[in-house]
């Protein structure tokens, strides 16, 4: 049985510009509603339909198939409904397979799950509905303006009698569609064009998952919420190609000593050094990358054995163009850093990872955050997420051959 999940991604939006390229939790909403539907054990295949370059290849990446969407449906007055049936058609033209099951999937509710998937896809395969959603319980009064015979708005209840409120035990159970997750009899759904019809099964989630993005504020929370709903994830050397360092306040206190003659100087751990070796020798590719024109930099580097590149004014260009030439994707590369200079390298990245001292900005965009401030041990303790804390180094590390495609 084929399960296709499609997620429409088109690449313009009003109210939060760029909107499906957002991060939260240091990944973009389409990466993360990619990863979502790849865990499913009921999804067979993924396909991100869009219209912008950059979504496409951040979605390639992630593991999904891409359908370009034509003009026509890519406009604000544009619906799912119609990027789902093109995509489908697409996909079935492309792999000479027939749906079964399909379903929509917005990345824009950024704290869907796997197992979301399951209960919709599961509804249609293994319970025989022909349509399923995800919802959350909600008690709460529903209120509408308007229906007032005088000049004034009249207040009225939409679910219950205003003059009579009974309690929350003597009400029937109502639930809020989350706009997170849909599931189709596949054959139904390019019948009748809609996401509606037959039998529909309600499959509950979590209600402190839900939350849909129209607007910065939306992105603002989901970014303040993601600490606490992701699952803490840690990067293996699996999940690895390079490891990209910044050095002032990632590799150091962030502080500077300077003499009377107007030499600096800084501080550096030599848990970082141990660290940093043990990752060269794994076969990781190593960069410093830095804003700061300053012998420092370039010193600490040759004591480490590694390549630097310092006096950097665009860093995330510099990255992108050593990526190009070393042949190393971006979302394979695990980039370091503390300060807001570092948020665009983060936006290119598969692993952007903060110091527990970085700025509150950097630590919210970041996929994971150290327990160790910079100039601590920090670099020592990301060595030990993707060696071990016995820092055991394996065999030369091989990069899958996509990688440098």
């Given at each position: 049985m084929t399960v296709l999940a499609v997620i429409p991604a088109r690449g313009g939006s009003k109210g939060v510009p760029a909107k499906n390229l957002a991060q939260v939790g240091g990944v973009p909403l389409v990466v993360r509603a990619v990863r979502a539907c790849r865990a499913s054990r009921k999804v067979t295949d993924v396909v991100v339909s869009t219209d912008d370059p950059a979504i496409a290849d951040a979605a390639r990446a992630a593991g999904a198939e891409i359908v370009l969407r034509p003009a026509a449906i890519a406009g604000?007055?544009?619906?799912?409904?119609?990027?789902?049936?093109?995509?489908?058609?697409?996909?079935?033209?492309?792999?000479?397979?027939t749906v079964?099951?399909?379903?929509?999937?917005?990345?824009?509710?950024?704290?869907?799950?796997?197992?979301?998937?399951?209960?919709?896809?599961?509804?249609?395969?293994?319970e025989g509905a022909d349509t399923a959603l995800t919802v959350a319980p909600t008690h709460g009064f529903i209120?509408?303006?308007?229906?007032?015979?005088?000049?004034?708005?009249?207040?009225?209840?939409?679910?219950h009698d205003k003059s009579n409120r009974p309690r929350r035990q003597d009400r029937p159970q109502e639930y809020l569609e989350t706009g997170a997750a849909y599931a189709m009899r596949a054959d139904g759904f390019r019948e009748v064009g809609h996401r509606f019809f037959g039998r529909t099964k309600l499959v509950e989630t979590d209600a402190a998952r839900v939350l849909e993005?129209?607007?910065?504020?939306?992105?603002?929370?989901?970014?303040?919420?993601?600490?606490?709903?992701?699952?803490?994830?840690?990067?293996?050397?699996?999940?690895v190609d390079a490891v990209v360092l910044d050095f002032d306040g990632t590799q150091t206190d962030d502080k500077v000593y300077v003499d009377s003659e107007g030499r600096e100087m800084v501080a550096v751990h030599r848990g970082d050094g141990l660290g940093v070796a043990a990752l060269r020798k794994s076969g990781l590719e190593l960069l410093v990358l830095s804003t700061e024109q300053n012998p420092v930099v370039a010193a600490r580097a040759r004591k480490l054995k590694v390549p630097v590149l310092h006096g950097i004014d665009r860093k995330d260009l510099a990255l992108?163009?050593?990526?190009?030439?070393?042949?190393?994707?971006?979302?394979?590369?695990?980039?370091?850093?503390?300060?807001?200079?570092?948020?665009p390298c983060f936006g290119l990245v598969g692993w952007p990872v903060a110091v527990a001292s970085a700025h509150d900005a950097v630590r919210a965009a970041a996929r994971a955050v150290t327990t160790t401030p910079g100039g601590e041990g920090a670099i020592r303790e990301i060595a030990g997420w993707l060696?071990?804390?016995?820092?055991?180094v394996p065999a030369p590390h091989l990069p899958p051959t996509h990688a440098h495609n």
């Open positions: 604000d007055t544009a619906t799912s409904e119609a990027a789902v049936l093109h995509a489908m058609d697409a996909f079935e033209a492309m792999r000479a397979v079964d099951v399909v379903l929509l999937v917005q990345c824009t509710s950024p704290f869907i799950t796997a197992e979301d998937m399951d209960g919709v896809a599961g509804a249609i395969t293994d209120w509408r303006e308007g229906g007032a015979t005088s000049a004034e708005v009249d207040g009225y209840g939409v679910n993005i129209d607007d910065p504020h939306d992105l603002a929370r989901s970014r303040a919420l993601a600490p606490l709903l992701d699952p803490a994830v840690l990067p293996g050397l699996q999940d992108k163009q050593w990526c190009d030439e070393h042949g190393v994707t971006p979302e394979r590369v695990l980039y370091v850093g503390n300060d807001v200079n570092d948020l060696l071990g804390p016995g820092l055991h």
